[in-house]
């Protein structure tokens, strides 16, 4: 099975984008993306310093329109690409582009949310002197409960022996002078704490905006950077991506995930070298492909081509799938298994996994046209538990 990741803030790199813009298709597509977002990115991508690229407002749209763009240069018929891709993760503001490749939002909304994102962003670190520290090695429990003594948030808890602390400069110099056991701290150059309450501001802004956005279902797994779990519902996606900006990034369950659903093979967009250096630590024996420079796209189709499987998400305007966001157990509702008709939001069951239990609804409604498990089956995290109908439903 093959996952495609897209990175997030930090991944990007003066001039990465030279090479890429050689190409005449590839320069048209990201020069509308550069209108949309209203930046100049073709110059912040090729001729900006690391100081400009840096920039919250600036780095944000960069990298997320360099992904959707790569992705078209990998997937030339984009139709062709959910036949192949088994699941979707981005990591922070790599969720914004995730998205838009498994078809919840378009591009140009991807664009203009971005944009929203990282203006907002960057004035909610404004208001206050906060920052990051990645803190690398050392005892698990020990790193957080040393960051719970110093009122520090694990803003990205990216696997074993990565996870980076946020809070206000006062906390991370206190941490910096008690730093936990064989741990070493690496400030990270950031305009705050992102992934913690300081960006609250930030959320406020974009969940007006999100009112407004149109969505659909995605085209195949998504798993969502705020616990791991596949989401299903486009409505959901988008939720999730708006109050993940004050939210840690949980890319080590996001991992536990892939683990989970098989994973062979998970290829990067560029930027790319951040996550699959994570994923080689982590998943041991899982193949890894990170895309940094066009030359590579021969090679790219090749790995999609070993790995590729489809999800069996396909939706058609005759039915919707309820999907499994987790691994564990699945619990039959007595309620819904004697439904012919089930109401949007009416539980279907729970699925119950060694964290937790969590209870399954049919977000669209419908008429119930096949059950595709029974009570007490073991589920995968993104498999189809229930097909509906559209129709015959309020």
């Known amino acids: 099975m093959l996952v495609i990741v897209a990175p997030g803030q930090g991944a990007q790199t003066p001039g990465f984008l030279t090479p890429w813009l050689e190409d005449t298709n590839f320069a048209r597509r990201f020069e509308w993306l550069s209108t949309v977002a209203g930046l100049d990115l073709v110059h912040y991508g090729t001729e900006a310093d690391a100081d400009a690229i840096r920039a919250t407002e600036v780095a944000q749209p960069l990298l997320v329109a360099t992904g ?4 078209l240069e990998l997937f030339p ?11 979707v993760a981005g990591h922070s503001v790599g969720e914004i582009g995730a998205a838009a490749g498994a078809r919840v939002i378009t591009a140009e909304q991807a664009m203009v949310l971005v944009r929203e ?8 670190a404004a208001r206050t002197p906060t920052g990051m520290t990645a803190v690398l090695g050392g005892d698990r429990d020990e790193v957080l409960e040393s960051l719970a003594t110093h009122g520090l948030t694990p803003a990205n808890d990216n696997g074993p022996g990565q996870v980076v602390a946020a809070g206000t400069l006062e906390q991370l110099a206190a941490l910096k002078d008690a730093p936990p056991a064989k741990a070493r701290l690496v400030p990270l150059s950031v305009a705050g704490a992102f992934h913690t309450h300081h960006m ?3 959320v406020e802004h974009l969940g007006a905006l999100a009112r407004s956005v ?3 279902d995605p085209r195949t797994r998504v798993i969502s950077n705020r616990d791991g779990q596949v989401v299903h519902d486009g409505r959901e996606v988008l939720r999730r991506m708006v109050g993940q900006i004050a939210h840690p990034v949980r890319w080590d369950l996001c991992l536990e995930t892939m683990e989970d659903l098989g994973v062979t093979g998970i290829l990067e967009m560029p930027p790319a070298g951040t996550l699959t250096g994570i994923a080689k630590r982590a ?6 492909f990170a895309l940094k420079t066009p030359d590579q796209l021969d090679d790219a189709r090749a790995f ?3 790995h590729g499987e489809s999800a069996g998400l396909e939706i058609t305007p005759t039915w919707r799938v309820v999907v499994s966001p987790t691994k564990g157990t699945f619990h039959l509702d007595e309620a819904a298994a004697a439904s012919a008709v089930l109401s949007a939001g009416t539980p279907i069951g729970d699925v119950a996994s060694s964290r937790d239990r969590i209870t399954i609804t049919a977000a669209h409604g419908g008429q119930v046209v096949e059950w595709l498990v029974e009570d007490g089956d073991p ?3 993104g498999q189809p538990l229930l097909r509906l109908h559209p129709e015959g439903v309020a």
Request: proline share 7%.
């Open 68 to 71: 959707l763009i790569a992705a």
């Open 77 to 87: 018929h984009p139709s062709d690409a959910f036949e192949r891709i088994g699941a």
């Open 117 to 124: 994102r990282g203006l907002a962003m960057a004035r909610a």
């Open 200 to 202: 609250a501001p930030a």
């Open 214 to 216: 149109s969505t659909h």
């Open 283 to 288: 998943l041991k024996g899982v193949e890894t």
């Open 304 to 306: 999609v081509d070993k």
């Open 379 to 381: 589920v995968s995290p």
